[in-house]
């Protein structure tokens, strides 16, 4: 099962324009990390938020994480077309041999 | 790119098969971990292992198993293949001490059961 919703499911954006995918999450965690996927493809990882961190910034990325409401967003400023791919969050719980990940966004950049 | 190579990138395999599923680790990282990720979904975690041993496993049954090689590689084993195995099947691996922070991924096996 997951362990996180995603919201929105997908998003359509024009080059330029700022996209902001939210993620909720259900049990404690120790870490939120945002992983990206091209084409069904392997992930690559973007920016870890630790539970006791607030918002982090990496580039064009900043990640804000709410623990008492469970939730995490990722906005990806300036965005461009290369940007194109799924995003999921991923938890990892004090006991550290997983992540669960959530059912992932799917954004769509516009030239 | 990451150094965590898959093989075989696609694989087809009749209901009631075994499938072996292979990973060799980024250099310098001894935590491998599988992943299942069905189509328009999240990965799920299958299980992890740390110098050769299970470390962690997730809601998957016994015939979904693993292996881990002193050069940490891995392989993953399906016996008695169902249709819903049917997915694309991510190796993960990560360095010591961060096997919850940031994991590198392979691209991937696409396995189709028919």
């Known amino acids: 099962s997951q362990q996180g919703e995603e919201d929105p499911q997908a998003l359509s954006i024009q080059e330029g324009e700022n996209a902001t995918m939210n993620c909720s999450y259900k049990t404690s965690i120790n870490n939120l990390q945002w992983y990206r996927q091209n084409s069904g493809r392997g992930l690559v990882h973007l920016i870890l938020?630790?539970?006791?961190?607030r918002e982090k910034h990496s580039g064009r990325l900043r990640v804000t994480l709410d623990t008492s409401k469970k939730s995490s967003s990722l906005l990806i400023t300036a965005s461009r077309a290369a940007d194109t791919a799924s995003y999921f969050c991923?938890?990892?719980?004090?006991?550290?041999?997983?992540?669960?990940f959530g059912g992932g966004t799917r954004l769509m950049v516009k030239p | 790119e990451t150094g965590v190579t898959q093989s075989p990138t696609h694989l087809i395999k009749t209901r009631g098969q075994q499938v072996t599923l292979r990973c060799s680790s980024q250099?310098?990282?001894?935590?491998v971990s599988w992943y299942q990720q069905a189509l328009g979904q999240g990965p799920q975690f299958i299980f992890q292992?740390?110098?050769?041993?299970?470390?962690g496993r997730g809601n998957f049954p016994p015939r979904f198993s693993g292996l881990q090689f002193p050069n940490y590689s891995s392989e993953l084993n399906v016996n008695a293949l169902e249709l819903d195995d049917s997915a694309l099947y991510l190796c993960?691996?990560?360095?010591?001490?961060?096997?919850?922070?940031?994991?590198?991924f392979g691209s991937g096996t696409q396995l189709s059961v028919l």
């Open positions: 991923a938890t990892a719980d004090n006991a550290g041999n997983m992540l669960t």
């Open positions: 993960a691996s990560s360095s010591p001490g961060t096997a919850n922070e940031k994991l590198f």
């Open positions: 250099s310098g990282h001894n935590t």
């Open positions: 292992y740390y110098r050769e041993e299970e470390n």
């Open positions: 938020i630790r539970s006791n961190e």
